[in-house]
């Protein structure tokens, strides 16, 4: 009944059944709409319960790559998904306060157990650890800064289409090689952002046909004052629009 009465669910899942999606289980409508909000906003696909029947209805149809469930729901979830070898590998994260469900992680029952009310780069760790093998620490976004790159005499351009607190992505048509280094200034919100970066990677049209042209790089000289408001602008940006629903 539950899949039926939500269509659009099904035509998310069922056309792909090897989607990377992430389930999220709350029983609080208000938790559940801001983590799938701050989860979405992090690049994910998501998927949503307030049960346990709910859940296990969704995973019938195609196993989540994780679970994040509020301790309403955790415990049921981990009795079923650990009977069957197709859901037993699936990394677990508790949403809650209580003690004994830390003890649990220590113990290795649970991949994490984050504390409500939510703490956005808590949460993207938390994520980050259970599903990749080479985890990220800082929270990155999707944006559309004009980048100046070099001196002036270079006058080279492109545009930064992911951002985080270290690092970027720049989309360009003529990456430079990997260990370049050189001088990049942004603006975000009226503040002139002037730091100096290193190429970790490239991908051209000619060697990488089916991704975006440019290069990733990681901020080697940055002002502490210019990290902490691109930290804040990407932390505001994440929780931007997200209220409870019932103020």
């Not at 509020?70 to 003690?99: E, F, H, N, Q």
């Not at 938390?126 to 980048?147: D, G, H, M």
Request: aromatic content about 8%.
């Amino acid at each position: 009944m539950f899949l039926k009465e939500n269509q659009e669910l099904r035509e998310l899942i069922v056309p792909e059944r090897h989607i990377f999606y992430f389930l999220v289980v709350d029983g609080n409508v208000d938790d559940r709409f801001k983590t799938n909000m701050i989860l979405q906003r992090f690049g994910y696909h998501i998927c949503t319960a307030n049960s346990t029947g709910e859940a296990i209805e969704l995973m019938k149809i195609v196993p989540p790559a994780a679970i994040i469930a509020d301790a309403g729901s955790v415990m049921d979830l981990t009795l079923w998904t650990r009977k069957d070898s197709r859901y037993s590998g699936v990394p677990i994260i508790v949403l809650d306060k209580a003690p004994v469900l830390k003890l649990l992680v220590q113990q290795e029952k649970f991949a994490a157990c984050i504390t409500k009310p939510l703490n956005v780069e808590k949460l993207y760790r938390a994520v980050q650890s259970a599903i990749e093998k080479t985890p990220r620490e800082n929270v990155r976004i999707e944006t559309c800064f004009l980048a100046k790159m070099g001196g002036q005499a270079d006058g080279k351009k492109g545009i930064i289409t992911v951002l985080s607190e270290a690092g970027m992505f720049i989309q360009t048509d003529d990456p430079q090689p990997v260990n370049a280094r050189f001088p990049v200034s942004f603006e975000i919100n009226g503040r002139i952002i002037q730091l100096e970066a290193l190429v970790l990677y490239t991908y051209s049209l000619e060697s990488s046909p089916l991704r975006e042209p440019g290069m990733g790089m990681r901020f080697i000289q940055a002002s502490p004052e210019d990290q902490s408001f691109i930290k804040a602008y990407i932390l505001g940006h994440i929780e931007d629009g997200i209220v409870r629903l019932d103020r």
